[in-house]
Each structure stands twice: as structure tokens, then as C-alpha cells.
């Protein structure tokens, strides 16, 4: 059975940094393209990053350019997202998503709906 399981999410003060995991089981990471998605209180789910299962490109939504960085690690089967100069508006609950063959670039690939296998999400609270 395809999981996803995040960890690392907690309580940072604006300017730290942390770093989030996935840990896949079920499945390997060769043909799907992985994704992070947040989503603040009250609002819609938005995409945050993403590696393509195509050359391993990556993805960032305009604002985390330059403070994020998301990595696989294929031998433990485990995707990242090291998150710097944290602010509030970082703030809420971090998705790890898998698609297969999903094809990411500037404009596709960035849909909940494009991704069919979700973790539950770890909690990101940015304190000013």
C-alpha cells in the first residue's frame, strides 16, 4: 500500500529554519514526481515545491525561491524540503504528494488534483 508520512514540521520563530521529511513506503520514487503543498487556516492548498520524476528538475512557488530546497534521497526512498529564513506567511500545514508521471513545470503539475497519493500533513507555525 502506497504511504506518505511527513515529520518535522514545528514551532519557528520568523528567520529559522527547518527541515521536513517524507518517508515513502509502498512505492519507489523512480517514476513519480513528489511535491510539497501547504495550506493555511481558512485557505485553499497551495503548491510549494516539486521534483520532477523527469531529470529530477525542481519547482518553487515565486515566494520560497531561494529559501526552499527540495531533495530525494531514492536509496531511502525519503523527499525533503529545507525551509530558511521561515515567515509567518509559511505558516500551516505542510503535504508531501506523489503523482505518477506527473509532468511539473511553470504552469502544470501544481494541482492538488494532479497528485494522487497524500501524507497527512505536518503542522509549520512561523512566530513573529
Known amino acids: 500500500q502506497a504511504q506518505l508520512a511527513e515529520s518535522g514540521g514545528e514551532l519557528v520563530q520568523a528567520g529559522g529554519s527547518l527541515r521536513l521529511s517524507c518517508s515513502v513506503s509502498g512505492f519507489t520514487l523512480q517514476f513519480y514526481s513528489m511535491a510539497w503543498f501547504r495550506q493555511a487556516l481558512g485557505k485553499d492548498r497551495e503548491f510549494v515545491s516539486g521534483?520532477?520524476?523527469?531529470?529530477?528538475?525542481?519547482f518553487y512557488r515565486e515566494s520560497a525561491k531561494g529559501r526552499f530546497t527540495i531533495s530525494k534521497a531514492n536509496t531511502s526512498n525519503t523527499v525533503y524540503l529545507q525551509m530558511s529564513d521561515l515567515r509567518p506567511e509559511d505558516t500551516g500545514v505542510y503535504y508531501c504528494?506523489?503523482?505518477?508521471?506527473?509532468?511539473?513545470?511553470?504552469?502544470?503539475?501544481?494541482?492538488?488534483?494532479?497528485?494522487?497519493?497524500w501524507g497527512q500533513g505536518t503542522q509549520v507555525t512561523v512566530s513573529s
Open positions: 504528494a506523489a503523482g505518477r508521471f506527473v509532468e511539473i513545470t511553470r504552469v502544470s503539475g501544481r494541482r492538488p488534483s494532479d497528485y494522487r497519493i
Open positions: 521534483v520532477s520524476w523527469r531529470g529530477g528538475i525542481t
